[in-house]
């Protein structure tokens, strides 16, 4: 029987470094029996879907160099629910973006809270033609402002209709709640909402992370122990991670936990938890991730220590580097939660033992300072705190490929590096450069754009490490009227018994950077839905004439600055 001891023991030699932010308490009193603040703690807000509320995401999930700031409703995959106030308030901001949120709405209530809902796919008319206005107004499609009128709405009243845009990957309504002073966002469910969870999260591994020298089972690289491994040996000093997520009932998405302990030999060595978080320091997601097995599998891979450039609010203890004064077996246990309060645990039996004829090799760079990288032309600036502890920093180039390695893929990246890589193809330096990043396939799997510091050498920045190359786009986008609109001739469309005018666009490489049409030479405002590679014209906006010919003209730029034009008549009937 495992006891809340929190005395350390004696056989235990624990490197441990305190956090002394404000929720510590709050998180070591929830360890030992208070639930204030739990699930079903809070109340003043109603479910914004008159639907049964499954969830595909959580609040904590990890994603892509973030956390998951809400949750991710399901919309049964379809479109066009009533998307419902879920306290009184005004709108406060009001956000249109082919990327992200995509059609988004702020809502700030009196009660010192501001309610999120995101991906829709129209607002309420008063806001729609007050964001359609300002698009106008500004000759722009994206707009992200407070409006100064109020737009005030009452619990319940339907404030837009479910939808799938910006970067929703299916339709969904992403839903947050913030601190409206902070902005910090919360988590939802501790507001009560009828969403069904009867099921403990899943621990599916435990990860031994050798340390200075230190080997498991005979081993000096990271080793993960499945839950039916009862026993292993460790030699030298680790520190441990896991592998665990959350499923709700109704759904088989993989979601995050809500709280993790690390104890060791009936000593919780170690705790974290996800019940608020901060955009400032939302990135560092990659430190309490165990990055190398996140970025490779994308499973929900924690670390069960603090990282020291790590800047999350959320650890009531620093670092845990656990090794053994002598040879002795130990339990090691770890418990997770989901935050309805679901349990579980798995207990491993370590064997212990020393080494002293094993020592690690230092790291190369110190994550606290400023570097310099240098090799064969290339330049790499590190600036301090980029990187969350110390680093090796492979930079090696592939002659017979032309691809170079930068960092480590495993290696996660909070801020910018300065890169510049060295050139004599003529071809480059003539044409529109940009870089691409290689992923394990040999597929570009992301641009990024710079400049030629010097005639021989390509500068750009970049938030992550892998292999790049330098590339050229010369190719302009593709803008091609729907084939609805098409008619004989290449420069003539017809818009017939359908309410928009839809162009399809395309780039196969740098990608869109800007689009711009004039109806008989006046600005006329085309939306922009890059998951499905269109612009269109909304015939609700009512710049157009009907059964009459007019001039249209619409230019597109990549983000290299190539640049397509579509020029002809059009024709509403």
């Known amino acids: 029987m495992l006891m809340n001891v929190q005395r350390p023991s004696f056989r235990l030699l624990m490197v441990l470094f305190w956090s002394c932010n404000g929720l510590v308490g709050l998180q070591v009193a929830r360890a030992q029996g208070d639930t204030t603040g739990w699930h079903g703690q809070r109340g003043g807000l109603v479910a914004p879907l008159d639907i049964p509320l499954v969830l595909a995401g959580n609040f904590g999930e990890l994603r892509k160099n973030h ?116 902005q910090r966002p919360v988590n939802p469910l501790f507001w009560g909402f009828n969403v069904a969870d009867s099921e403990a999260p899943e621990l599916t591994g435990l990860w031994v992370l050798p340390v200075q020298g230190g080997r498991v089972n005979g081993s000096p690289r990271p080793q993960l122990i499945s839950p039916q491994s009862s026993t292993f040996r460790i030699e030298g000093e680790a520190r441990f991670g896991i592998e665990a997520l959350d499923r ?38 990659n430190a309490l991730a165990y990055y190398k097995a996140w970025e490779r599998t994308g499973n929900q891979s924690y670390r069960m220590h603090r990282l020291p450039g790590s800047r999350l609010p959320i650890h009531d203890a620093g670092q845990a580097t656990v090794s053994m004064m002598r040879q002795d077996t130990t339990p090691i246990l770890i418990r997770v939660w989901d935050v309805h309060g ?43 705190n980029t ?44 044409g529109a450069t940009l870089v691409t990043q290689i992923d394990r396939n040999g597929e570009v799997e992301g641009v990024l754009t710079g400049t030629w510091a010097s005639p021989g050498s390509f500068e750009f920045e970049t938030k992550a490490c892998g292999r790049f190359e330098l590339a050229v786009d010369t190719v302009p986008p593709s803008i091609r009227p729907h084939r609805r609109h098409r008619t004989e001739s290449e420069g003539e469309v017809v818009v017939r018994n359908f309410g928009e005018l839809r162009f399809n666009l395309a780039d196969d490489l740098s990608g869109i950077q800007s689009w711009e049409a004039y109806l008989d030479g006046a600005w006329m405002l085309f939306r922009w839905d890059p998951k499905r590679e269109r612009i269109w014209y909304e015939l609700a906006d009512g710049l157009h004439a009907m059964n009459r010919t007019q001039s249209l003209k619409i230019r597109v730029r990549d983000e290299v600055g190539n640049e397509a034009i579509w020029s002809g008549a059009v024709r509403f009937e």
């Open 67 to 182: 956390f998951h700031t809400g949750l991710d409703f399901k919309t049964e995959g379809r479109e066009g629910f009533p998307i419902l106030a879920a306290h009184d308030g005004v709108i406060t901001r009001i956000k249109v973006s082919p990327f992200g949120y995509g059609r988004a709405l702020y809502l700030s209530g009196p009660s010192g809270i501001t309610t999120v809902y995101a991906h829709l796919q129209r607002f309420a008319p008063s806001l729609e033609q007050w964001a359609l206005e300002r698009q106008y107004q500004r000759q722009q499609f994206a707009i992200d402002e407070g409006p100064k009128r109020a737009f005030a709405f009452q619990q319940g009243d339907t404030i837009g209709w479910s939808g799938n845009s910006g970067g929703s990957a299916g339709p969904h309504l992403h839903f947050e709640v913030r601190e409206t002073a902070t």
């Open 342 to 384: 679901n349990i579980r645990e798995n207990e491993w039996m370590v064997e212990w033992g020393t080494d002293s004829s094993r020592s690690g090799a230092p790291l190369d760079y110190a994550y606290d300072r400023d570097h310099t990288l240098e090799k064969s032309g290339a330049r790499v600036h590190v600036k301090r």
């Open 387 to 430: 990187f969350y502890e110390d680093f090796d920093f492979p930079l090696e180039l592939d002659e017979g490929r032309g691809i170079w390695s930068i960092g480590s893929r495993g290696l996660p990246v909070a801020k910018s590096m300065v890169v510049s890589l060295p050139s004599v193809m003529p071809a480059l330096r003539r």
């Open 248 to 285: 709700l009932n109704g759904a088989r998405n993989r979601c995050g936990i809500y709280r993790a302990e690390l104890w060791v030999n009936e000593v919780r060595v170690h705790a974290w938890e996800l019940d608020t978080l901060d955009f400032g320091v939302n990135r560092d997601m």
